[in-house]
């Protein structure tokens, strides 16, 4: 089984800044991407930005420029620096891990979440 916890959210002005991390922990032989979702209420959970082992990254077009992903891999940790913050980024934020037991089966993991809320 692997856990998935994330932290660091709160509120924030407009304009202002969030760093949130993830850490990912349990039976892990190799995490192959790890994820950053949202859901804001009434809405659908979407995809933020991604990272895989390798460093590759994918942002949302809402979030190019404003959010920077990045990750440790030997703890097995990602970080998601938020710049800029709009209103309209107010969600719940997911981190969802993707790899492979010991086995070598994959599994897909997700966190509780984090509330950031973007408001004067």
């Known amino acids: 089984q692997v856990q998935v916890v994330e932290s660091g959210g709160g509120l924030v002005q407009p304009g202002g800044s969030l760093r949130l991390s993830c850490a990912a922990s349990?039976?892990?032989?190799?995490?192959?991407?790890m994820n950053w979702y949202r859901q804001a209420p009434g809405k659908q959970r979407e995809l933020v930005a991604s990272i895989t082992s390798g460093g590759s990254t994918n942002y949302a077009d809402s979030v190019k420029g404003r959010f920077t992903i990045s990750r440790d891999n030997a703890k097995n940790t990602v970080y998601l620096q938020m710049n800029s913050l709009k209103p309209e980024d107010t969600a719940v934020y997911y981190c969802?891990?993707?790899?492979?037991?010991?086995?070598?089966?994959?599994?897909?993991?997700w966190g509780q979440g984090t509330q950031v809320t973007v408001s004067s």
């Open positions: 349990g039976n892990i032989f190799r995490i192959y991407s």
């Open positions: 969802n891990t993707r790899g492979a037991y010991s086995d070598l089966k994959v599994f897909g993991s």
